[in-house]
């Protein structure tokens, strides 16, 4: 799912999708699936490493700026206590 919101803003140039529908999804629904934000975390590195090993260099640096933002918001300093 997180691929997939990230291909679309990667296409469409801008954050929206990840902004205004993946991220408020995931806090909603994820703490009543007991889904811990320590595996979103390491979920979204591993996310960043598939993408790295699929792309050329220049591809991927373009896709660096997606997701360091994909990374921040589901970081520790947003869910603390999670």
């Avoid at 799912?1 to 291909?7: A, D, G, N, R």
């Avoid at 205004?20 to 999804?25: D, I, K, R, S, V």
């Avoid at 790295?52 to 640096?61: D, G, V």
Wanted: glycine share 2%; with cysteine.
């Amino acid at each position: 799912m997180f691929q997939v919101y990230m291909w679309v803003c990667l296409l469409e140039g801008n954050l929206h999708a990840l902004e205004t529908e993946l991220f408020p999804l995931c806090v909603m629904i994820y703490p009543k699936l007991n889904v811990s934000w320590e595996l979103v975390s390491q979920m979204t590195h591993l996310l960043r490493k598939e993408i790295c090993a699929c792309l050329s260099p220049e591809q991927a640096k373009y896709c660096e700026p997606f997701y360091e933002i994909l990374r921040r918001m589901f970081s520790a300093e947003v869910f603390p206590n999670a």
